[in-house]
């Protein structure tokens, strides 16, 4: 059963930024928060990860709530590519299985 | 190099009927992974192979399924007397111990399967 809640779709236009909620009320201390995303018929791809702090990559950030019990991950500007599935995944730690939802369906607006 | 890779993309299979799925992990990666995911619906675990530890075949739905994997290579998903609610998008992933913390699994194009 999935440990995070999101939710079922967002909707964003060209050029903007997104934020895409998820809530993990469940995780405990040492939990990792993960979040993939999944393009039409590929297999999901691994965005970003994080503990407590804030995180930045080259794909996206990912906002870590003081409280660990949410976190949002963030796309500066949404391009036409971004539209996809986003999962937020945890609790995780080390090599273990993903506990996937259904995710965010993420649509972009030209 | 070289990402997941999984044979065949697509295999239509009549009810009744034993297939076969391939997954040929990234090398050096000890972990490997397979779900499934029905359409428009999120990912289903099946199993895990951890080097040379024993299996977590928790997420076999039945006992039509199982799985092999050669030492830290290629693995195959065998699904017997194939139903067909077994149609979906048969996932393999993989991942390597060696980035504590991380641990990104790296997932292949999958297989599709559909059985008639």
């Known amino acids: 059963d999935a440990k995070t809640t999101q939710p079922n779709s967002m909707e964003s236009n060209e050029e903007e930024p997104v934020h895409l909620p998820c809530n993990h009320s469940?995780?405990?201390?040492?939990?990792?928060i993960h979040w993939y995303r999944q393009l039409p018929s590929q297999g999901p791809e691994y965005v970003i990860h994080?503990?407590?702090s804030n995180v930045n990559n080259r794909m996206a950030s990912l906002a870590i709530a003081e409280d660990r019990k949410s976190s949002t991950l963030i796309l500066h500007r949404a391009t036409l590519r971004d539209a996809a599935v986003y999962y937020c995944?945890?609790?995780?730690?080390?090599?273990?299985?993903?506990?996937f939802g259904k995710g965010t369906r993420l649509s972009v607006i030209a | 190099g070289a990402g997941v890779s999984q044979s065949p993309s697509n295999k239509v299979t009549e009810k009744g009927k034993d297939v076969e799925l391939r997954c040929d992990p990234i090398?050096?990666?000890?972990?490997l992974y397979w779900y499934r995911q029905r359409l428009g619906q999120g990912l289903e675990f099946l199993i895990y192979?951890?080097?040379?530890?024993?299996?977590?075949k928790s997420g076999l739905p039945s006992d039509r399924f199982s799985a092999e994997r050669t030492g830290e290579s290629v693995s195959t998903l065998t699904i017997q007397r194939t139903q067909q609610e077994d149609s979906a998008v048969y996932l393999c992933?993989?991942?390597?111990?060696?980035?504590?913390?991380?641990?990104?699994?790296?997932f292949g194009p999958g297989t599709r399967l559909t059985v008639l």
């Open positions: 992933a993989s991942s390597t111990r060696n980035n504590p913390g991380i641990y990104e699994q790296f």
């Open positions: 469940t995780i405990s201390g040492t939990d990792y």
């Open positions: 994080g503990l407590t």
């Open positions: 995944i945890g609790p995780m730690k080390g090599n273990t299985p993903l506990v």
């Open positions: 090398s050096g990666h000890t972990a």
């Open positions: 192979f951890q080097g040379n530890s024993a299996p977590d």
